[in-house]
């Protein structure tokens, strides 16, 4: 009797480590594959990162509207938070670099109720409405409409009000930008039963 329950009881160990030898061989194929992908990625990365022009064409060590590493730049095209402070300092910018005179940027700083909306496994791009109205002549009006359609940053222009003569118009724009909330990277333990 003693045997029998001896060797159920080897079986059932057998069994049992077999199955954790299976995983562990799993576990191990999927980190060689993620050490050799983190080895591409970098090397990629630096590429990315060395490059004399940087994507939007201008100097990677410039501090002109199209200069800077293409890092800041990815990064500024589409943040992973909520800040409204930033994208009005953004938009400044870029009506600072056109010959017109800021007369508002408004919007809503909504960032407690964002603050739920901070990193997810699937995340999705969330809007950030903003209104600005601007004064200026003809050419500096029809240099910021393309300074928003060559911006970085994904801007949706909904309306466009237009009003005065060639010499002085006003424009007024109701526009929505996006950010994206950071995607989450779980590290997940698995019992073998």
Request: hydrophobic letters at 35%.
């Amino acid at each position: 009797m003693f045997s029998l329950v001896a060797t159920k009881t080897l079986l059932s160990q057998s069994s049992y480590q077999s199955r954790v030898i299976a995983q562990k061989r799993e576990a191990l194929k999927t980190l060689r594959a993620d050490i050799t992908a983190a080895g591409q990625l970098d090397s990629s990365y630096n590429a990315f990162v060395s490059t004399s022009q940087n994507a939007l064409g201008g100097d990677p060590n410039g501090n002109g509207p199209q200069d800077g590493d293409n890092t800041k730049i990815v990064l500024d095209a589409l943040p992973s938070s909520y800040d409204f402070p930033a994208l009005v300092t953004s938009l400044e910018a870029m009506l600072n670099s056109q010959s017109v005179t800021t007369n508002s940027i408004s919007g809503s700083d909504d960032e407690v109720a964002q603050s739920a909306n901070q990193s997810s496994a699937t995340p999705q791009p969330v809007a950030i409405p903003f209104q600005v109205t601007v004064t200026g002549n003809y050419a500096g009006i029809q240099g910021l409409i393309s300074q928003f359609e060559h911006s970085i940053r994904p801007i949706q222009l909904q309306t466009l009000d237009l009003t005065g003569s060639q010499d002085t118009l006003s424009l007024s724009i109701t526009a929505q930008t996006y950010y994206q909330p950071a995607k989450t990277f779980n590290i997940n333990l698995k019992e073998v039963r």
